[in-house]
């Protein structure tokens, strides 16, 4: 009996799709400790520059290293938009006092607010949203191979304390 073999799929190879938003928001965990630093530091300009930069580039720069280019144009330009929107929107709520030379201050509280909510959605959406990895994987190649190491991070965190290590199986 001569069976032919059955037909491949030709709708192209199947696509991966593994999740990196933890590594976006790492890089957004460290803007916002920046910037409540900075807040902390009586309005430290230089943190506030720092946390600004962070978050403006650290997750577009992921983006980029896992070679999705588009999202990585996306995320920058929602960066960018959605604390300035949210800093204008948290301004109109700014309370302005008039000293007795006659000079008018405003204390940008609601104008922080506002911005560290528009940051706070802009990272949520990019590291829920935007951060797959859809490239194909490439195949290992088959080897005869006696031994292999997968080495696996480890982080223990008990009531005394904490760990930190490596493991593996072989």
């Known amino acids: 009996m001569n069976r032919e073999p059955p037909a491949k799929d030709s709708s192209g190879p199947q696509r991966a799709r593994r999740w990196y938003g933890w590594q976006t928001f790492s890089t957004d965990g460290a803007a916002g400790a920046l910037f409540l630093g900075a807040i902390a530091a009586d309005h430290n300009t230089t943190l506030f520059g720092f946390s600004a930069l962070t978050f403006g580039f650290g997750a577009?720069?992921?983006?980029?290293?896992?070679?999705?280019?588009?999202?990585?144009?996306?995320?920058?330009?929602?960066?960018?938009?959605?604390?300035?929107?949210?800093?204008?929107?948290?301004?109109?709520?700014?309370?302005?006092?008039?000293?007795?030379s006659g000079s008018s201050e405003s204390s940008n509280k609601w104008t922080l607010v506002g911005a560290g909510i528009g940051g706070l959605v802009a990272a949520t959406t990019d590291g829920l949203l935007f951060a797959y990895d859809t490239r194909v994987p490439k195949p290992e190649p088959a080897r005869n191979q006696l031994l292999k190491v997968d080495p696996l991070p480890r982080l223990l965190v008990l009531r005394q304390g904490a760990g930190v290590g490596f493991s593996g199986q072989f």
Do not use: Q
């Open 60 to 100: 577009p720069a992921i983006h980029v290293a896992h070679g999705n280019w588009e999202l990585s144009l996306a995320s920058v330009g929602m960066r960018v938009f959605l604390p300035f929107a949210g800093a204008l929107l948290g301004s109109t709520g700014d309370v302005r006092t008039v000293s007795d």
